[in-house]
């Protein structure tokens, strides 16, 4: 009697083990499958391109570019400086106001007032930099004056076929001109920062 009871709860402990694993291999698995299914498409093939943000995508470009070259000399690299550049170019496009533009001779005027702090020590840096560049690059003439937290900004050419062209470009345009600012940004990632 007691072997046919060892037997009974036997089977009725392997049949209960078969319909448990039946229905966990069932149930489970399958929302598993699909989650990693997913998580595969998402890590692999995503149709997505834009990386969040431009700062975001302007480092994680440099970073692409300097695990791509064997040469990269790790020890220089200094993607703190780039991003501390790029919350500076965030800052003169979007942390200001631009209280006036007008025409001046052979170009274009304008008042700048930093809405932060943060955009004014921005301004600072970039303003103390920015003219001699767009010298170089554009033979453009920019003049800074800085009083209180206003800087007034006049940038003239002496080519008089440039000057409309000047006075449409205005403070933003006059920003953004011209092909330095990869090549700076790619300087200052690898350790070449202008502004030090």
């Known amino acids: 009697m007691n072997i046919f009871r060892i037997i009974i709860l036997f089977c009725s402990l392997m049949l209960f083990a078969a319909v448990f694993n039946t229905a966990a291999q069932d149930m489970p698995s399958d929302h598993h499958a699909n989650h990693s299914e997913m998580q595969g498409h998402t890590m692999r093939h995503s149709p997505l391109t834009l990386p969040g943000n431009d700062a975001f995508g302007a480092i994680q470009e440099a970073v692409r570019h300097l695990d791509a070259d064997p040469k990269t000399d790790w020890s220089k690299v200094n ?20 209280l006036s533009q007008k025409p001046v001779e052979e170009g274009f005027e304008a008042i700048i007032q930093p ?81 030090h």
Request: proline fraction near 2%; hydrophobic fraction near 40%.
């Open 79 to 98: 993607l703190e400086d780039l991003r501390q550049h790029l919350v500076d170019m965030y800052n003169f496009t979007i942390n200001v106001q631009v």
């Open 115 to 195: 809405t932060t702090k943060m955009a004014e020590e921005s301004l600072d840096r970039v303003f103390a930099v920015h003219p001699g560049q767009l010298k170089k690059e554009t033979g453009w003439d920019m003049q800074v004056v800085k009083k209180g937290d206003l800087f007034t900004i006049r940038v003239t050419t002496t080519n008089g076929a440039e000057v409309s062209r000047l006075r449409g470009l205005g403070y933003i345009g006059i920003m953004v001109v011209g092909e330095h600012h990869q090549i700076h940004h790619w300087g200052i990632a690898t350790g070449a920062n202008p502004h």
